[in-house]
């Protein structure tokens, strides 16, 4: 059984920092390309950062400069590392695990809030 584990969001002032974290299981992790989508109130969901097997990262322009995503092969863990947040970045962050080339090997976490207060 599949499961992603996030946790570390909550409330902050802007300009603050949080660090989330996404534990998976199930899955042979190195083989995966890890992401963080976003879905605030009304909006689409969106890919906020991802990284590859082979630590190839991306980011959405929104937050590149201030997020960073990183991962942990030993502990099955990818983390998504927040600074000089804005109310804008005030969502439910999503842990995304997808194994390239195979559509339906596609997994989702329930999610984490993050709000940013201005």
């Known amino acids: 059984q599949v499961q992603l584990v996030e946790s570390g969001g909550g409330l902050v002032q802007a300009g603050g920092s949080l660090r989330l974290s996404c534990a998976a299981s199930g899955i042979i992790f190195r083989l995966y390309t890890m992401g963080w989508y976003r879905q605030a109130p009304g909006k689409q969901r969106e890919l906020v950062a991802s990284i590859t097997s082979g630590d190839y990262t991306d980011y959405a322009d929104s937050v590149k400069g201030r997020f960073t995503i990183s991962s942990d092969n030993a502990k099955n863990t990818v983390y998504l590392q927040m600074n000089s947040l804005r109310p804008e970045d005030t969502a439910a962050y999503y842990c995304?695990?997808?194994?390239?080339?195979?559509?339906?090997?596609?997994?989702w976490g329930q999610g984490t809030q993050v709000t940013v207060s201005s």
């Open positions: 995304n695990a997808d194994r390239p080339g195979y559509s339906r090997l596609r997994f």
